[in-house]
């Protein structure tokens, strides 16, 4: 929390239709989550915080590829982004759950997605995601494996 400082617990699940409500342009989404539900080859999380699950803090999207996951889609909610955001470390927890998971399916925390021009070098340094080419990025093992450990300490 920006304001009070305060970390709090947060859970990573699938989105659900009845979602779709508070998930709008006209809430200030600039992506059309309706649409991303809609194509089956995509799965659809939300993060929110533990014991509030109605209050979305961000949302992806992602395709299961063979050897790794690529991102579609990454989102804080509006309340989220800017200089007086309320959370900070949304799209971390989110880039950090789908490494995750890729380790979990044998990928070796690898995961590769496309990333807006302006935003490469903030994903290397906070990401530690290596630009490949174009507006490409991946994620390699050993830095998947610190941003695990830092938002899934066991």
Known sequence: NTIS??????????????????????NGWSFNW????????????????LNNPTIIQGLLSFTMK??????ELIESAPFNLGRNKLYEG??????????KLSWDSGNQGFISFDSKTKLIGHY???LGA???GKQKMV????????????????
Do not use: M, W
């Open 5 to 26: 400082g305060d970390s709090f617990a947060t859970e990573v699940s699938r989105l659900i239709t009845t979602d779709l409500k508070q998930i709008t342009k006209k």
């Open 34 to 49: 309706k649409q991303e539900l809609a194509n089956n080859s995509r799965e659809i999380y939300k993060l929110t915080i």
């Open 66 to 71: 063979p050897d790794h996951i690529y991102i």
């Open 90 to 99: 949304v799209p971390g927890n989110l880039f950090a759950f789908t490494c």
């Open 124 to 126: 290397e340094r906070t």
């Open 130 to 132: 290596v630009h490949v």
């Open 139 to 154: 994620i390699f093992p050993n830095e998947a494996l610190k941003l695990i450990k830092k938002y899934f300490p066991i």
